[in-house]
């Protein structure tokens, strides 16, 4: 019995040594492959750092272009930077600035890549880049359009650039996607125009709706809500009335009862109507009891 446990104990002695080892190798191995790993990284900074010290402009570009197609823009804009000084007004000039613009829109800068897209525009105007060019300047600011309840500044820059690339370039493969941009960017400042015109209008402040819708029918001609905003300004004309001191009411129920006119004439199926028609005679009846009143 006692030599049965002898031999358990080392059995079970040697099964933990050999675990051991296994383990201790397996640190060794992942400490020794971080090393590696280290000394390849190092290796690769200082290799780029000798690059960038270096005189040899030849190796540079050629350097610059490698990391470019390896998706590496950092390095590249680097080195490109440096390039664009050295090789102004050469032949290697503009590939140079081509990639530069690129790196900064690759890498999600659009403001700064959509000037260096311009400025390549206005530099080579000739060159077999120069279309794609214009296109992408144009692009930037549809990427830094917001979305519509904040500053439109880009969005109004993106259609003003747009136009501008239809009107130089009317027979690009391009046309179709500007369009279709040009579209989303419109519906985009309609949706803000109208939103701000019905903020108006729910904040009880009827003379800013009236003002704000109507301006928005001679912004947005071909509106698919003309029908609506067309019955919000008849009732912002009536509740305005029916706010107003008695000395204005009679002006302004006029307003409504003319709006609503216009409105029928203009719409004579419209869903709003019958609203629309109750509204006015509402005002009409208003506006005989003022006229008694000052009987």
Do not use: W
């Amino acid at each position: 019995m006692k030599i049965a446990l002898k031999h358990i104990s080392f059995f079970l002695f040697v099964v933990l040594t050999t675990l051991y080892s296994c383990n201790t190798n397996k640190v060794y191995d992942s400490t020794a492959k971080a090393n590696k790993n280290n000394k390849k990284f190092n290796f690769a900074i200082g290799k780029f750092n000798k690059l960038v010290k270096s005189s040899d402009m030849e190796a540079k570009y050629a350097a610059a272009i490698k990391y470019f197609e390896k998706e590496n823009y950092d390095k590249a804009l680097i080195l490109l930077e440096e390039l664009m000084t050295v090789y102004r007004g050469t032949s290697k000039a503009e590939e140079i600035q081509y990639y530069y613009a690129y790196c900064h829109y690759n890498i999600g800068d659009y403001i700064v890549a959509g000037y260096q897209f311009r400025t390549y525009v206005r530099i080579f105007p000739q060159s077999k880049h120069a279309e794609e060019c214009a296109y992408l300047n144009a692009y930037c600011f549809y990427l830094n359009s917001p979305e519509y309840s904040l500053d439109q500044i880009d969005t109004r820059l993106a259609i003003r650039e747009f136009q501008k690339f239809v009107n130089q370039y009317p027979k690009s493969e391009r046309i179709p996607e500007c369009n279709k941009i040009l579209d989303v960017m419109r519906a985009k400042l309609e949706r803000k125009s109208y939103e701000n015109a019905m903020l108006y209008y729910n904040m009880n402040d009827y003379r800013a709706a009236i003002v704000a819708l109507s301006n928005h029918i001679k912004d947005f001609a071909d509106t698919k809500r003309m029908e609506e905003i067309n019955y919000t300004i008849i009732k912002s004309h009536y509740l305005l009335a029916l706010n107003s001191i008695d000395s204005k009411k009679a002006e302004r129920f006029s307003a409504a009862i003319n709006s609503y006119a216009k409105f029928a004439e203009s719409f004579p199926k419209s869903t709003y109507l019958k609203l629309a028609e109750s509204i006015s005679i509402s005002a009409q009846k208003q506006l005989e009891k003022l006229n008694k009143t000052t009987i």
